[in-house]
């Protein structure tokens, strides 16, 4: 198939590219900036200039391709927002004839379950979600007459040495000596593997199920403690617990969801598109993988 993918510079985006790639697939991806175009031309992608807020190119891409991938993101900015909902609808639009679209969610769409394990039927909400645009970007696709709109609910990706949580707490401990966890740090989180991740778009693709929300998670859960603890000893600083006040203190509103547990459910996933996560754990990537390799 002809893929068009937006966020292919980037972490998951890229590795996704080359899974599609890998497949036999022909990748299209959008790139901003030179730097960009760079990266996913090494990867074997042919690139298109543009960014998410360049509508005509995104309609057009779309309307060339058998399918698109989303996972452009950017959590940082604070319209966001705005430009997905546009970003969606100029590349719905250029569907039709039920060519599936991949829109890339989240695990923090749920809002906080405590510990208890949630399933895609569980109601989901912006006014509950730490990224209620991510609520409001699955509508889009889902709700979309002429795409065959499909929605992954990635856990936290890990892998590579990558991972903007993980990468933020391993510059956080060398700069300042110490990894934080909040209160007693047991609240557990699903992860996801990049590779088994870009594999479940490979074979979402393969075998499309329209208006299917699938969660991407693996079979372990890591209690937050242990997280910070494993990177307190790749890094050589120390785990130190400190109170959700204090973490708001230093991180603003976003600290409390740090204290989230709603691990995910991804039996859809492997029912739906015979997927089976077969890389190595979190636990097992820090302590002995890619991110003690990277800081070598």
């Given amino acids: 198939m002809r893929i068009f993918i937006t966020g292919a510079s980037g972490y998951v985006g890229g ?5 599609l790639l890998r497949a036999g697939h022909e990748v299209i991806a959008l790139a901003r900036s030179d730097r960009a175009r760079e990266r996913v031309e090494g990867l074997g992608a042919k690139a298109v200039s543009g960014g998410l807020e360049d ?3 995104l309609r057009a891409s779309a309307e060339a391709a058998d399918a698109v991938v989303s996972t452009a993101v950017d959590y940082t900015r604070p319209d ?3 430009i997905e909902v546009a970003a969606l609808d100029a590349m719905l639009s250029g569907l039709d004839e039920g060519r599936p679209f991949v829109y890339t969610s989240s695990g923090m769409v749920y809002p906080d379950m405590r510990g208890e394990t949630v399933t ?4 989901v909400a912006p006014e509950t979600s730490p990224q209620p645009f991510k609520v409001l970007g699955e509508r889009r696709v889902l709700n979309a007459d002429r795409a065959a709109g499909m929605v992954v609910r990635a856990a936290m990706v890990y892998g590579r040495g990558g991972s903007g949580l993980l990468q933020g707490m391993l510059a956080s401990a060398r700069q300042q000596g110490m990894v934080a966890y909040v209160g007693d740090g047991a609240n557990e989180w699903s992860s996801v593997h990049v590779d088994d991740l870009a594999a479940l778009y490979v074979s979402a693709l393969r075998r ?3 208006k299917a929300i699938v ?3 693996n079979e372990e859960r890591t209690p937050m403690r242990r997280i910070a603890e494993a990177v307190a000893e790749l890094t050589g600083t120390r785990a130190v617990s400190i109170t ?4 708001i203190e230093a991180l603003g509103p976003s600290a409390a969801a740090l204290t989230r547990s709603s691990p995910l459910d991804s039996s859809r996933a492997r ?5 089976t996560p077969t890389a190595p754990g979190l636990f097992a990537e820090l302590t002995s993988g890619s991110y003690t390799q990277a800081s070598a």
Avoid: I, Y
Avoid at 244 to 247: F, I, N, R, S
């Fill in 120 to 123: 895609e039927d569980h109601l």
């Fill in 244 to 247: 959700l006040d204090q973490a």
């Fill in 208 to 210: 499309p199920e329209p």
């Fill in 215 to 217: 969660n991407a998670a």
């Fill in 55 to 57: 509508l005509d190119v």
């Fill in 15 to 19: 590795v996704v590219a080359e899974h």
């Fill in 80 to 82: 966001m927002t705005d």
């Fill in 271 to 275: 029912r739906l598109f015979g997927w």
